[in-house]
């Protein structure tokens, strides 16, 4: 049984040809008409899926939304939603004044009050009653001092500033020692004076002989000598001794303790046993202070030139950092910090960079904290001095204040830690660093931190809001790596994302950025999987888009979000389609922003004209996906908002004004226009709509002539149009366009022509313009990669010579012959696909070369073969 083929644009998931049962009479056909193809139950695979995307309902691509570069680096550009007034400044002043004092004091867990206590001779010693009183210690190897244990930090001993003899713990029998700021030995008393600390015979003795080496601010060594100061281990010589024996020196003294002084001396002697057991160590502390850091600090007051300070600064954090010295731990930090704070009026950027590295290394806290994060942010506003951010490594020193300090005591700290390191990221020198020593993982950690704290608290923290438009500000810079991107996967980072924005959704400075974040993550497959797949995504999309309408910045990434989740993923069609009132938000958008490039509405703040169309080519581009969808698209077929609104932007848009929005729109209608229902809008306008494709058929758009000629091939299944056609000779446009050596117009237009053979009275427009040979061209030049179009081509044939009496004086005795050796030397080959084919779809194309193209090229071979007379040998003419 002989059948007419019939094509029409279908959905990607298949390509089916449809025809109508004619008179039997040629019994070499099969029983079954092979132009027919049943619909399938089974569903496509994927390859299936991706080899057919270019036929009907098609996905349209589009250009992510342009973010401009901000001129000026500040807190908050120039689009903000922020007021002045509500919104930290970028611009301040600083000095060393803002600096404060308290900070330098290490961190102590209680305050203890001060001791007053009468001093009083010990009884005799010996070494089992007081082993404080040792024999002197050789001075200290220089070697030991770089040998360091690694627990220092427990070890230091306070030092005030212009004191650096090492205090000294005695035990509860030892008399007390008032501070003075002498080096003296005073004589003839019973009690003697030695560097400002008054000690009686006994106490003298055991102090001398515990320190061997008196140091000096500027790092020198006065030995005293055992034989020189004292004859023995247990008495002054005499002439430091007064009257009175030893024994009633020990009554006065015992008599002078109560049992409160005793406890407190006691507990005092305890706190510090960890201290006198490693006193080794603490006098390698005394010597490596003395020794390094006090020349450097001499050095740096002396201010003499920037350059002099800088390297003096740079060999100061080596040698802290060499010292173990660096922390909060250190007790003589305040010496050092109040060293830098005064070099900050100075007011050198470079200098100012290697003093904020210092400062953090020492673990400031509260106001300093945030002082030097200013101090830092106000430098990085410059972008010239990113060579000295990079040079002084400073990025690793905010990252850890992120990383240790904590987030609600230090909010705005971290607000000016994380604005500089903003700026940082927006140069793209920075990014591996910055990957590499996890600034994906810190920020994404301080990101749940707010999550869990609004969640449990069930409202905003105080100025969160304003530290997470810089963080996703940074975010935003950091997904231009795909190893950044890898890593917001392998943490399930979207989650998080698209929770922060359900928390702030009032926040449009905080929306806007993580919606850029999405357009940038959703234009790769692997980014746009994960976040279709979760589910709460497209409500949230959908609140905003309601929530900020007339917003252009923020709807237009939301809607070029939508465009990437729909466009290979019919699950994300089906569960954006689900939420309620979807489509209506949708066509209500399109409205808006359809009166406002018309310019029947005043544009709001930033939407002008050209904002307009983007939204509306983003926004016809997710129409288009989402009609892809079996129960969308009808519906939006019989829509009339819809479809008005499609048309209304086809008669007053040129492809010449807006490319991209005109042939979206008609990318759009094409995808309804394929769905066959009673009250579809598109089927009542069919010949409006053939009137407005005119003027794109005549464009010098390749594109729009494609889109074009797709919508003439879903419409030409009715009579009308097929009349329409040929009365407006648009049928010799779609011939001449077979030479276009195109692969798509060619199917395209073929499709259109295949139609119009339908109806006998038309198939003579094929011998028009040379029409057969075309076709013939076409299935000899893509035949051999192309299974469809030469599918496409042989059916048009079949067609056209239904009636066929001589094959010759139907095709013409030259394309009779090129098919007759063209057809079966398909038949005898196998489907040729280059290396860009996976194997799945190598598999794909070379089954449907031989269930599909094969079967209609025989039976168009038969055809030819029974109605032909063969009077010489036949050979390809050459082309």
């Known amino acids: 049984m002989e059948g007419i083929c019939r094509v029409w644009?279908?959905?990607?998931?298949?390509?089916?040809?449809?025809?109508?049962?004619?008179?039997?009479?040629?019994?070499?056909?099969?029983?079954?008409?092979?132009?027919?193809r049943p619909s399938m139950s089974k569903q496509k695979t994927s390859a299936e899926i991706i080899?057919?995307?270019?036929?009907?309902?098609?996905?349209?691509?589009?250009?992510?939304?342009?973010?401009?570069?901000?001129?000026?680096?500040?807190?908050?550009?120039?689009?903000?939603?922020?007021?002045?007034?509500?919104?930290?400044?970028?611009?301040?002043?600083?000095?060393?004044?803002?600096?404060?004092?308290?900070?330098?004091?290490?961190?102590?867990?209680?305050?203890?009050?001060?001791?007053?206590?009468?001093?009083?001779?010990?009884?005799?010693?010996?070494?089992?009653?007081?082993?404080?009183?040792?024999f002197p210690k050789p001075p200290v190897d220089p070697a030991k001092i770089r040998r360091i244990s690694s627990a220092r930090a427990r070890l230091f001993r306070a030092a005030s500033q212009g004191t650096l003899l090492p205090d000294r713990t005695l035990p509860p029998t030892e008399s007390k020692k008032t501070v003075e700021s002498k080096e003296t030995v005073v004589m003839g008393d019973p009690m003697v004076k030695i560097n400002g600390i008054h000690l009686t015979e006994s106490d003298a003795v055991g102090h001398l002989k515990s320190h061997p080496l008196q140091l000096t601010y500027d790092g020198s060594f006065s030995e005293i000598k055992e034989q020189e100061t004292f004859k023995g281990t247990t008495s002054l010589p005499s002439h430091l001794r007064s009257g009175g024996d030893q024994g009633k020196r020990r009554s006065r003294t015992s008599s002078s303790f109560n049992s409160s002084d005793l406890?407190?001396?006691?507990?005092?002697?305890?706190?510090?046993?960890?201290?006198?057991?490693k006193e080794?160590?603490?006098?390698?502390?005394?010597?490596?202070?003395?020794?390094?850091?006090?020349?450097?600090?001499?050095?740096?007051?002396?201010?003499?030139?920037?350059?002099?300070?800088?390297?003096?600064?740079?060999?100061?954090?080596?040698?802290?950092?060499?010292?173990?010295?660096?922390?909060?731990?250190?007790?003589?930090?305040?010496?050092?910090?109040?060293?830098?704070?005064?070099?900050?009026?100075?007011?050198?950027?470079?200098?100012?960079?290697?003093?904020?590295?210092?400062?953090?290394?020492?673990?400031?806290?509260?106001?300093?904290?945030?002082?030097?994060?200013?101090?830092?942010?106000?430098?990085?506003r410059s972008e010239k001095n990113d060579s000295l951010i990079e040079n002084d490594s400073i990025l690793e020193s905010l990252l850890e204040v992120l990383r240790s300090e904590d987030l609600q005591t230090n909010t705005e700290a971290f607000l000016y830690c994380m604005g500089a390191i903003k700026f940082i990221s927006g140069n793209p020198g920075f990014l591996d660093e910055m990957i590499s020593k996890d600034a994906v993982e810190i920020l994404m950690n301080l990101i749940k931190q707010i999550n869990e704290n609004t969640k449990?608290?069930?409202?905003?923290?105080?100025?969160?809001?304003?530290?997470?438009?810089?963080?996703?500000?940074?975010?935003?810079?950091?997904?231009?790596?795909?190893?950044?991107?890898?890593?917001?996967?392998?943490?399930?980072?979207?989650p998080q994302l698209c929770m922060v924005m359900g928390q702030y959704v009032a926040d449009k400075d905080v929306c806007t950025n993580i919606a850029r974040i999405f357009s940038k993550l959703t234009s790769y497959h692997d980014c746009c999987v994960a976040l279709a797949n979760y589910s709460r995504c497209y409500a949230l999309f959908l609140k905003l888009i309601n929530k900020y309408q007339k917003k252009q910045d923020l709807v237009v990434r939301i809607i070029f979000i939508l465009g990437n989740l729909t466009a290979k993923n019919n699950q994300a069609r089906e569960q954006f389609c689900k939420e309620k009132g979807s489509i209506p938000a949708l066509l209500s958008l399109f409205g808006t922003f359809h009166r406002l490039d018309l310019g029947a509405e005043k544009p709001a703040a930033g939407a002008g004209r050209a904002q307009a169309q983007d939204v509306l080519i983003k926004l016809t581009r997710v129409l288009a996906n989402l009609a892809i969808h079996p129960a969308v698209g009808p519906a939006l077929a019989a829509d009339p908002l819809a479809v008005g609104l499609l048309l209304a932007t086809l008669e007053y848009k040129s492809i010449e004004d807006c490319e991209?929005?005109?042939?979206?729109?008609?990318?759009?209608?094409?995808?309804?226009?394929?769905?066959?229902?009673?009250?579809?809008?598109?089927q009542d306008k069919k010949l409006y709509i053939a009137e407005l494709l005119i003027k794109l058929l005549v464009s010098n758009n390749m594109d729009g002539i494609l889109e074009a000629v797709r919508v003439f091939g879903?419409?030409?299944?009715?009579?009308?149009?097929?009349?329409?056609?040929?009365?407006?000779?648009?049928?010799?446009?779609?011939?001449?366009?077979?030479?276009?050596?195109?692969?798509?117009?060619?199917?395209?237009?073929?499709?259109?022509?295949?139609?119009?053979?339908?109806?006998?009275?038309?198939?003579?427009?094929?011998?028009?313009?040379?029409?057969?040979?075309k076709l013939v061209d076409c299935l000899r030049h893509f035949g051999p990669t192309d299974w469809q179009l030469a599918c496409l081509v042989c059916k048009t044939l079949w067609n056209f010579s239904e009636n066929i009496t001589n094959a010759s004086s139907c095709f013409g005795d030259e394309d009779t012959n090129t098919l007759l050796v063209l057809l079966p030397s398909f038949l005898d080959e196998e489907l040729a696909l280059d290396g860009s084919f996976d194997q799945d779809l190598k598999n794909y194309h070379k089954l449907h070369w031989e269930t599909e193209f094969k079967p209609v090229a025989q039976q168009l071979l038969n055809r030819i073969q029974s109605h032909h007379t063969f009077l010489e040998p036949l050979s390809l003419p050459s082309f």
Not at 263 to 277: D, F, P, W, Y
Not at 668 to 675: A, G, K, M, P, V
């Open 714 to 773: 879903n419409l030409s299944q009715d009579r009308d149009i097929c009349n329409f056609i040929v009365q407006k000779n648009v049928h010799k446009f779609m011939i001449a366009l077979l030479d276009a050596k195109h692969q798509d117009i060619c199917f395209s237009a073929c499709g259109v022509l295949l139609n119009l053979t339908v109806d006998k009275d038309k198939r003579v427009i094929l011998k028009e313009g040379g029409g057969i040979k």
């Open 280 to 380: 080794t160590e603490i006098e390698v502390d005394e010597v490596f202070w003395n020794t390094r850091i006090v020349p450097i600090l001499h050095e740096l007051e002396k201010e003499e030139n920037i350059e002099t300070i800088c390297a003096a600064c740079t060999q100061l954090h080596h040698a802290l950092e060499e010292g173990n010295m660096l922390g909060n731990k250190f007790k003589r930090r305040s010496i050092l910090l109040k060293t830098l704070y005064k070099l900050v009026d100075i007011g050198s950027d470079v200098l100012s960079l290697k003093l904020a590295k210092i400062i953090l290394a020492l673990k400031v806290s509260r106001k300093n904290l945030l002082n030097v994060c200013k101090l830092i942010f106000k430098i990085s």
């Open 456 to 494: 449990k608290c069930g409202t905003c923290l105080p100025n969160s809001g304003h530290l997470l438009v810089q963080m996703t500000a940074t975010l935003r810079n950091l997904v231009d790596s795909p190893l950044a991107r890898s890593k917001l996967l392998s943490i399930s980072a979207l």
């Open 51 to 134: 080899s057919e995307a270019r036929n009907a309902l098609r996905t349209v691509g589009t250009q992510r939304p342009f973010t401009p570069r901000e001129d000026q680096r500040k807190l908050f550009g120039p689009t903000s939603s922020r007021t002045p007034e509500n919104r930290p400044p970028s611009s301040f002043s600083l000095h060393a004044s803002s600096f404060e004092s308290s900070d330098s004091r290490p961190i102590s867990g209680a305050r203890l009050s001060p001791l007053e206590l009468k001093p009083k001779a010990p009884a005799s010693p010996t070494t089992e009653e007081d082993p404080c009183l040792a």
């Open 263 to 277: 406890s407190r001396l006691e507990t005092r002697a305890v706190s510090k046993a960890n201290l006198q057991e």
């Open 9 to 36: 644009c279908l959905p990607e998931e298949h390509l089916t040809l449809k025809g109508k049962m004619l008179s039997p009479n040629d019994k070499k056909l099969e029983k079954l008409d092979p132009f027919y």
């Open 660 to 682: 991209e929005l005109v042939i979206n729109t008609t990318a759009t209608i094409n995808n309804l226009s394929y769905y066959q229902v009673k009250n579809s809008i598109i």
